[in-house]
C-alpha cells in the first residue's frame, strides 16, 4: 500500500493550496481518507475526513475542504485563506475508523509520507 501527497509549499498568508494524496494497492472506495498534520514541537492532530460524509477540525472548518475521485484513487485538500497557524507538514491517510474514532490518528493503518506547508505572515 501506497499513499503518496504532493501540493505543499510556501504560500502568504491568505492564499491557497490544493493538495492530493494519491493510493495504490488499496480498495480506495472501501477507506475512510484522512489528512492530518504536524507542527514542529507538536503532536499530530486531525485536520478532514471524508467517508460517506465528511468531517473537519473546528480550526479549519469553513476554510479547507476535503474531497476525493474514486476513479483515481485520490483524495484533495483544498486549502482556502490559510493562515500561519496552519504551517505544518500535512500526511493523508488510509483506514477504517468507527465514527468515534474518525478524528483519531490510531484509526488510521495507512500513512503517505508528508508533504510541507509553510504560511508565512
Do not use: H
Request: net charge positive; hydrophobic share 35%; charged share 15%.
Amino acid at each position: 500500500v501506497q499513499l503518496q501527497a504532493s501540493g505543499g509549499g510556501l504560500v502568504q498568508a491568505g492564499g491557497s493550496l490544493r493538495l492530493s494524496c494519491a493510493a495504490s494497492g488499496v480498495t480506495f472506495n472501501s477507506y475512510t481518507m484522512a489528512w492530518f498534520r504536524q507542527a514542529p514541537g507538536k503532536e499530530r492532530e486531525f485536520v478532514a475526513a471524508y467517508r460517506w460524509n465528511t468531517y473537519y477540525a473546528d480550526s479549519v472548518k469553513g476554510r479547507f475542504t476535503i474531497s476525493r475521485d474514486n476513479a483515481k484513487n485520490t483524495v484533495y485538500l483544498q486549502m482556502n485563506s490559510l493562515k500561519p497557524e496552519d504551517t505544518a507538514v500535512y500526511y493523508c491517510a488510509a483506514g477504517t475508523p468507527i465514527t468515534s474514532t474518525i478524528r483519531s490518528s490510531g484509526g488510521y493503518r495507512y500513512w503517505g509520507q508528508g508533504t510541507q506547508v509553510t504560511v508565512s505572515s
